[in-house]
């Protein structure tokens, strides 16, 4: 582990949200990353954060990998994974829903995870062994005390909402959700997701087909408020470097509840 990381990925969390913020009411040049009718878009704003957090790391750890969504990049024994802009189709239009996704592998293992969601002024660092931490605080992160009003958000990775047939097999499911739950929010933003969770204000965020670094840091945050992560069989969740990855983290331990919820979803 590296020593005393807080402070540093506090200024990496101020940085990125900092920079939302300030291009927010910008009129933003949207382009195309794929051929997906525009579901899968990129902003001047993805590669400014980008670079900016790529700055500062290399800086900091000139011999860190360093992996962006938008830039790819390469993975060494410690390795940065970016989601500069995880929610860039509601920045895009002007919809205050997103945030930055940072995670630290080392040697493909999570242990630092970042994620801001600079429209609440908030953001959560967790650190594998060592707790979370929310904003500029050096205490530990407790979690409001749980309350189920049958809240869920989720969120559905780029190739399902591209693919006809995949996105007619999600939106079955979902309407099960809407059917059984009080409220069941489509953000197009892990980052959000995991906010809305780890304040209490939702029982489960359920990931469902996502890309790898849309979700690691989340995950790492998670693991260390010891939030219970199933994939969609039951069985327990580990992190792995694949697209596309499906899981339900859960503030739930009645399994009772987790096997209506599972049951909706297969």
């Not at 609440?120 to 979370?132: A, C, P």
């Not at 965020?205 to 790898?212: A, T, V």
């Not at 069989?233 to 470097?241: H, R, V």
């Amino acid at each position: 582990m590296i020593n005393n990381p807080i402070p540093f990925c506090q200024n990496l969390a101020k940085k990125s949200s900092d920079l939302i913020l300030k291009r927010f009411n910008d009129t933003h040049k949207i382009m195309n990353k794929s051929t997906n009718d525009g579901l899968d878009i990129v902003t001047e704003t993805d590669f400014e954060i980008e670079q900016s957090l790529k700055n500062l790391i290399k800086k900091k750890y000139p011999d860190h990998g360093f992996w962006g969504e938008e830039n790819g990049g390469e993975f060494s024994e410690y390795t940065w994974v970016v989601d500069p802009l995880d929610g860039t189709n509601n920045f895009g239009i002007g919809l205050a829903i997103a945030g930055t996704s940072i995670a630290l592998l080392r040697n493909g293992e999570p242990i630092i995870g970042i994620i801001t969601y600079p429209f609440s002024n908030t953001y959560f660092i967790g650190i594998k062994g060592f707790g979370v931490y929310k904003n500029n605080s050096n205490k530990k992160y407790n979690p409001p005390k749980f309350i189920d009003q049958k809240r869920i958000a989720i969120t559905v990775g780029n190739p399902t909402a591209a693919s006809p047939n995949d996105h007619r097999v999600w939106l079955k499911k979902k309407l099960l959700l809407e059917q059984n739950y009080n409220r069941v929010m489509d953000l197009w933003c892990p980052v959000a997701g995991y906010y809305l969770l780890f304040t209490g204000a939702l029982s489960n965020f359920i990931s469902y087909k996502n890309e790898f670094y849309d979700l690691v840091a989340g995950y790492v945050i998670g693991k260390e408020l010891e939030l219970k992560l199933i994939d969609l069989n039951g069985d327990p969740y580990s992190y792995k470097k694949d697209d596309y990855q499906s899981f339900i983290m859960t503030r739930y331990t009645s399994q009772e509840k987790l096997e209506n919820l599972l049951e909706l979803l297969r």
